[in-house]
C-alpha cells in the first residue's frame, strides 16, 4: 500500500504534524509527505488530507494573505512557511472529481473549544464527502498554544495515529 500526507502550512505546525504522521504510517506502508501545491493528482492508496484552521474552515487566499501580514509583524514572533501563499488543500479539494480509495483528515487549530476556534479537518470531510466517499478514520485536530506553538505530546499522537491510519486502511485494503 502507498499514502501520501497532503497538507498545507503556514507557520510550520501542520507540516510538522503531518511529517509526525507520515512517521507513524511508515510503519505500515511506504509513504511520502507533499505540500497540496505540489500535487496534481495521486495514485496513492491512502491519503492524509491536513490544514490549519482559518477563520473556521480551510485557509483561503484572504487568510493566507493575513498570516503573512502577521508573520511580518516583529512582536508575533512568526516565520512564514516559503510556500504558505501558494494554492492549497481548499483549491486541491475544489479541483478532484473523485476521492482517493482511502482517505482521513487532520487540521490545526488553537487550543480554545472548537465552537470557538473551528476545525479545518471537519472543513476538508465535508468537502470530500461531496465527491462520494467516507473516511477510513475520523478525522483529527492537533493543538497549539495561543503563541503558535504546538501544544506538549501533539507531535506523538500524530505519529500514533499515523500508525493507526496505516492499521486501519491496511485492513479494509480488498485481497488481492
Not at 477563520?55 to 487566499?61: N, V
Amino acid at each position: 500500500m502507498t499514502a501520501l500526507v497532503l497538507y498545507e502550512s503556514m507557520f510550520g505546525n501542520t507540516r510538522l504534524i503531518a511529517e509526525a504522521i507520515g512517521d507513524g504510517l511508515a510503519a505500515t506502508t511506504e509513504v511520502r509527505v507533499e505540500l497540496a501545491s505540489a500535487i496534481a493528482d495521486s495514485e496513492a492508496e491512502l491519503v492524509v488530507i491536513g490544514a490549519p484552521t482559518h477563520a473556521h474552515s480551510l485557509p483561503r487566499a484572504a487568510s493566507r494573505e493575513d498570516a503573512a501580514k502577521w508573520a511580518r509583524d516583529s512582536e508575533k514572533h512568526l516565520a512564514l512557511e516559503p510556500d504558505a501563499a501558494a494554492p492549497g488543500v481548499r483549491e486541491w479539494l475544489d479541483s478532484i472529481s473523485t476521492a482517493p480509495p482511502a482517505w482521513a483528515a487532520f487540521g490545526t487549530r488553537v487550543d480554545i473549544p472548537r465552537i470557538f476556534a473551528g476545525d479545518a479537518s471537519a472543513a476538508i470531510e465535508k468537502r470530500m464527502r461531496r465527491v462520494g466517499s467516507r473516511p477510513v478514520a475520523p478525522s483529527e485536530c492537533f493543538l497549539v498554544t495561543l503563541d503558535n506553538v504546538l501544544v506538549d505530546g501533539e507531535l506523538d499522537r500524530a505519529r500514533e495515529w499515523g500508525r493507526a491510519l496505516g492499521r486501519i486502511a491496511l485492513a479494509q485494503q480488498p485481497a488481492r
